[in-house]
């Protein structure tokens, strides 16, 4: 067992801010760089249908600069596919995704679009891709992405993120832990992201079955009054188990 989780640094809101101006900057690739260099672990990044953050010339440059991991989050769609295989992330991370929405709500369902997913995951594996799956913590949903041949899951945490009081917390927090120990005897890798931030990462670093977590607004958000470098560092304080 690690003595710390790894951190995913989601860079997407620093593309989010560029595209407001469709300006040249701030560079989500000089992002990434600075993010590895207060310790990151990976660099996640989401090319979304709409394109409304992260451009395709941003994940080719990407893909030529990041020193440890990258991780495409991403839908179903046919193009958005052939782009992975060709770009070669060392992860895909698949993720529900709808054009109205701000950010991803709720994890992927894997029984309901099964035979794609399965088919997505054998062309992804056949290309040396690793392959996680963003999902609700419930036993169906585990089972299912173990069953299509994933690597991974990633467990939504958005619920517990929101949760307003201790009974509430509690529940989220045993869900979680639920569908992480399903996982890991389904010898599964476990993560988790969404709505994680320096104040509620405490219990799922306590989660002993997970070994990595994807974060983005919170750190991003806190970068504008501390840097990036430090702002990822203080993150990876306390992934410290």
């Known amino acids: 067992m690690s003595d710390h989780v790894r951190l995913g640094i989601n860079i997407d809101h620093v593309a989010t801010v560029r595209q407001a101006r469709r300006a040249t900057e701030p560079d989500p690739v000089r992002a990434a760089v600075i993010a590895e260099l207060g310790g990151a672990d990976q660099i996640t990044v989401h090319l979304r249908e709409d394109r409304r953050h992260i451009q395709d010339r941003d994940l ?14 991403m839908g179903l769609a046919d193009d958005i596919i052939e782009i992975a295989l060709a770009t070669k992330p060392e ?3 698949l993720v529900p ?17 099964f035979d794609r997913i399965a088919a997505s995951v054998k062309r992804f594996h056949d290309a040396g891709i690793a392959v996680s799956i963003f999902i609700d913590p419930t036993r169906d949903q585990v089972r299912a992405s173990r069953t299509v041949g994933a690597d991974a899951i990633e467990l939504h945490t958005g619920a517990y993120a929101n949760a307003h009081d201790a ?24 993560y988790a992201g969404h709505g994680l931030t320096y104040v509620n990462i405490g219990p799922i670093v306590n989660l ?3 070994v990595e977590v994807n974060i983005g607004h919170s750190i991003i958000s806190r970068s504008l009054f501390v840097g990036l470098e430090r702002a990822v560092r203080e993150m990876k304080e306390l992934l410290v188990r």
């Open 60 to 73: 080719e440059l990407l893909r030529k600069t990041v020193a440890t991991r990258l991780n495409l989050e």
């Open 91 to 93: 992860q895909v991370t």
């Open 97 to 113: 995704e709808r054009r109205q929405e701000i950010t991803t709500e709720g994890g992927l369902d894997v029984t309901a679009s």
């Open 167 to 190: 009974v509430a917390l509690r529940h989220e927090i045993y869900r979680l832990h639920l569908a992480a120990v399903l996982a890991k005897n389904d010898r599964l890798e476990v």
């Open 208 to 210: 002993l079955e997970i």
